[in-house]
């Protein structure tokens, strides 16, 4: 954690340069010029200026430190039904998952922290200011963002304007070298298409539409079509780097020229035949040639940074804006990459397994005692032994099982390690906030991880019993999250069903008891790329895109009881068309491809039907039949005992 | 039902006006420039030039009605699997409600009959029209639909232009002597809230957005803000007129000044408050000193017609477009006009209860012989008085009932009495489909009926036994239909809910074995206005409108298998914070206001749920509680077999 004072300090120093460029404020986001969820470690600005390391945010800070220097004379939001006081001169907005970890990392007197749905970064700004300038580097903000910034500011007479370079950049002067790791090929065994192929159907779209070439930004989305992958970025092993698909079936691409030593370069030309290179930096002369030949461009304005779109309408590119068109070839999954996505998770449930099956080995002194009697001197030594193991030697004992696991890369996220109460912080991180907490102290463990394997990407959350201190609510809620889990698994639904539509069948057996979860039942998921990945969602405001065969997308229901503890069960799943004899010859449905025993002990059996017993008992036959063979004597004892039928 | 010649006759003439504008084809929407649902007799241009009776279409004539002298090779629309052949020089696309009443009443040697999502407009005219120019009169089609067929025909280098006057009207010279109807006062026992009050909230959203004024075109909104009602449209009891209203809360309405007798003006006054009255024809004036006035006018281009909003641009208004500022107050009931709802629907359902009561009676021979014999001689004559009652005799029995109820005005709409395999056409209609249907053939009759009465809008639905010859596969698929009402009855769901993602729950039941049914589940009431009323629904597409307290919204499954049946199951419902106990104070759930008998003959026991079982007795017990005291000897002991517990 970055020290307050250190903040203080760079903040400083960053009011001198908005004071000389005219800032009245600053606007940092999060993104670099791919706006990636996932960032090279010096690109982490907004962490760097805040102290905030979650995965999405934005702060603005105004030049002038001291509010009372403002002359105004109240610093007051009014919201429908009560007051929000401005108290300091910088405030960072962030999504519900993130308020609990923005609070603990960001210094209280200096900076206000708001959920950006309950206070926006707008209220703020019209209540500290009446006019003025706003700065922000049009590199870390997508078009569609900054024209819906651009116009929100204005309508406050409040003009935002490009500052000459990122001024935290201009601050940051010890980020050391930056690590350079090549390209690497993607090799033909685990991409199931040549890049080749990917590019002749994206060309298709192009001429079909009539347009010249398509701008790609998105990372993740090169590398997919290139059949490529890279070391920038921890949690996604991609290359950054730009690109130009031509409806010729020309490819330029922009890279670091660093990433593709000469050595490779014969490699490359076999595996993705023959494209032009360009130095990342030559991006910048594009518009200008795209220009003067009049070509008709294909942007997503959603994923392309402002400068850049700025840059091409200035030089009168005649732009067509729509969805990154790798998005939807993309998330549909082929055949090889489907094969693999179940090869790598059958080894990551054995890495679960193990790693549960070592918990409640670890556990089991806890269960022997009374519950009710306090610990007697027969337990003490192995109780304090429990407790010399914490939410951080937990994720390491669980990365040491993935690491064990063929084809094993890295980590697809950091992993949510949470005990007891910590649960119930939704995206919960040992490292981010305050001290890991001490096993044996909490009835409950939630534990969210993945891994990035070369043959796919996995994430998975299961929340075990991992002490006596559990009570009949928690039993409930688990059956009832638990219920959900099971719903979308069970529900047949027509190929082109939205994604909006199913998120309330993991949310009704909560709802009827009058709870709810404050996040999506499931996101896409890549393969061997973002484990976040678009363009379906199974949530309340996204999914607004039709599920189709080959899609791979999580589910993942929970329930949070502030400062009590957290519920999350999660799978990933493959939307297959169904196979039950019942189902008509359209129906698809969630097919899943995690494979780890659900904590029966957690289990209200009363509270499950005939129908969602017999699912669990058949998910749990197969997990038996698929991960026994890999483990120990110890660990199939486990596995028989976690997977036999309630 | 209009014959083919006289069509053929009215297409000839109509071709000739075109010839003379210079027109290659010309568009005929069914609206009317407020764009309704239901029109009064006079507006039926649609009908008029095809034959077609049904609420929504479009059509498109050729000024060529000879297709070979297009100097075209070949008519053909290229699909993704298959082809559509061009056949007429004139086409019709309805939605999916309407395709077979469309084929049946349209000359198939004069139109073309689609679809509208399978083959569009725009295809259409793309096959046969290289370029050209496309009439279509202003005054019947919105502005947002307006602009986008513009566009989308200009992509085809066709240019849509404004006819000079409406070509039907020009043809339909014999309308005789449109009726005129007073204007009605809608009195505050029923409408529970001033007009002065609601014009007061709208003008208040006005001055917020600093708006000037907005005008409402769309007829139910108009009559919700003046409480008022008229007799101008069959099934909708309101008058039809424009109505601005200033942000000074001053008000214009443009209406044609036969409807307001002066013998109406000061007990309008009393009721209304102080507004100004400006005959209809004054309201092209209007542009023009909006523009003069530099005003800003707030107008929604979805309910207003091209015409006039092409009218304000010209005269340099500034609009800001958005939704009818009357459609949510007027969707979320007061507790004045949900009280009146509840009371009409207890005298509807008496209502429903003798009909269906009058109708087992009068199938009880049918159900008294052994289903596999051949008639025998006993009950031939019975069997032969069966005969004599029809689709239609049932309908005018029903409306019989409901006439006989205190203030019933109206059917709400055409009633749907369907039996058999006619049940399977969703907007069945008896009148407009060849010959009503003899009692006594078939095993299940669907009637899909409603009123209009002064203290609120019924809509009901009933699937009803009425013959033995019912299979096994008809009482599976009603028991999965009644299934999805029950669970959209027992959902909690937290405020705001978007209905889009409530559909699911309705449709699951059908879903789990293939099945399905291609119309939406749930559609806002208006109170003593239209039946089909927004912004909120519950289907797959539309329905991106948060569910709030107060809102009437149908419930209504169904599964219809082609020229075999049709089933469909309907209830009202008002949107309540969730009474049961178990329930956060959050929650929310659709409380049925319909109270009328599901048939449980038709009911598969084991495929319902203790908890379905439960719900449904509830219901059937609270029906008995509600209608008993209503009905005669005979039609209690009808009341008590039917609601008995299952």
Redesign the interface.
């Known amino acids: 954690m970055i020290d307050v004072a250190i903040i203080k300090q760079r903040l400083f120093r960053l009011r001198e340069l908005m004071e000389h460029q005219g800032l009245d404020a600053l606007i940092v986001n999060r993104g670099d010029e791919h706006l990636s969820e996932y960032l090279p470690p010096f690109k982490e600005r907004l962490a760097f200026i805040s102290g905030f390391t979650g995965s999405a945010g934005t702060v603005v800070i105004l030049r002038n430190h001291d509010l009372s220097e403002l002359g105004k004379k109240q610093l007051v939001i009014e919201k429908e039904d009560h007051l929000v006081t401005v108290k300091n001169s910088a405030a960072i907005f962030v999504d519900g998952r993130y308020t609990l970890q923005a609070r603990n990392q960001v210094g209280a007197d200096l900076f206000d922290v708001f959920q950006y749905n309950k206070v926006s970064l707008q209220e703020w700004i019209q209540t500290v200011l009446d006019e003025g300038v706003v700065g922000i580097d049009p590199k870390c903000i997508s078009y569609h963002s900054f024209s819906k910034l651009k116009t929100d500011l204005q309508n406050l007479n409040i003009s935002l304007v490009n500052t000459a370079n990122n001024l935290i950049d201009e601050l940051w002067t010890d980020k050391g070298n930056e690590e350079i790791a090549s390209v690497e090929i993607f090799e033909d065994k685990y991409n199931g298409c040549p890049s080749l192929e990917k590019r002749r159907q994206i060309a298709k779209i192009l001429r079909e539409k009539q347009i010249d070439a398509t701008l790609i930004s998105k990372s993740e989305s090169v590398n997919w079509l290139l059949n490529v992958r890279g070391r920038d970025i921890p949690n996604l092993p991609v290359v950054n780097s730009f690109l130009v698909l031509y409806s010729s079936e020309q490819v330029e691409w922009y890279i670091d020229p660093r990433k593709v030593p000469n050595s490779l370069l014969s490699s490359l030309q076999h595996h993705i035949g023959k494209i032009d290179y360009y130095s990342e930096d030559k991006l910048a002369e594009l518009p200008r040639r795209l220009g003067k030949q009049g070509s008709v461009l294909y942007v997503d304005p959603a994923t392309t940074n402002a400068w850049f779109i700025k840059l091409l309408e200035e030089n009168n590119v005649q732009l067509v804006f729509g969805d990154d068109l790798c998005d939807m070839p993309k998330a549909c999954k082929n055949p090889i990459e489907i094969a693999g996505m179940k090869k790598c998770h059958i080894r990551d449930a054995v890495a679960m397994c193990r790693f549960l099956a070592w918990l409640d080995h670890l556990t089991e002194p806890l269960f022997s005692q009374d519950k009710h009697a306090d610990l007697d001197a027969k337990h003490l030594p192995a109780l304090e032994f429990i407790r010399t193991h914490n939410e951080a030697t937990l994720s390491e004992q669980l990365l040491k099982f993935r690491s064990e696991q063929e084809g094993f890369i890295e980590p697809s996220f950091d992993t949510i390690s949470a005990l007891g109460p910590n649960a119930s912080i939704i995206h919960y991180n040992h490292v981010n906030l305050g001290n890991p907490r001490p096993l044996g102290l909490d009835g409950m463990y939630l534990v969210d991880s993945g891994g990035q394997y070369y043959d796919g990407t996995t994430d998975i959350t299961r929340t075990i019993m991992v002490g006596p201190n559990v009570n009949n609510e928690m039993k409930e809620r688990f059956t009832l999250v638990l219920k959900g889990v099971i719903a979308m698994h069970?529900?047949?639904?027509?190929k082109n069903?939205?994604g909006?539509?199913?998120?309330?069948?993991a949310r009704?057996p909560l709802?009827?008891?009058?709870?709810?979860y404050e996040h999506g039942t499931g996101h896409g998921v890549g393969h061997c790329l973002n484990v976040h990945e678009g363009p379906q969602a199974i949530s309340?405001r996204g999914g607004q895109v039709p599920l189709v065969e080959g899609m791979v997308t999580s589910i993942e229901p929970g329930y949070y009881k502030d400062n009590e503890y957290g519920i999350r069960l999660e799978n990933l799943t493959v939307i297959e068309q169904?196979r039950n004899q019942?189902?008509?010859?359209?129906?698809c449905a969630f097919v899943p491809i995690t494979f780890v025993p659900f904590d029966t002990r957690l289990i209200k059996k009363e509270l499950l039907?005939e129908n969602e017993k017999n699912w669990l008992n058949e998910y749990h036959f197969k997990v038996r039949e698929l991960v026994k063979e890999h483990l120990s004597d110890f660990e199939i004892s486990w596995l028989l005992r976690a997977t036999s039928a309630i």
Chains 1, 2 share one sequence.
């Open positions: 069970r529900i047949r639904f027509p069903t939205y909006v539509m199913l998120d309330v069948l009704a709802w009827q008891v009058g709870l709810n309340q169904a019942n189902s008509g010859a359209n129906m039907t």
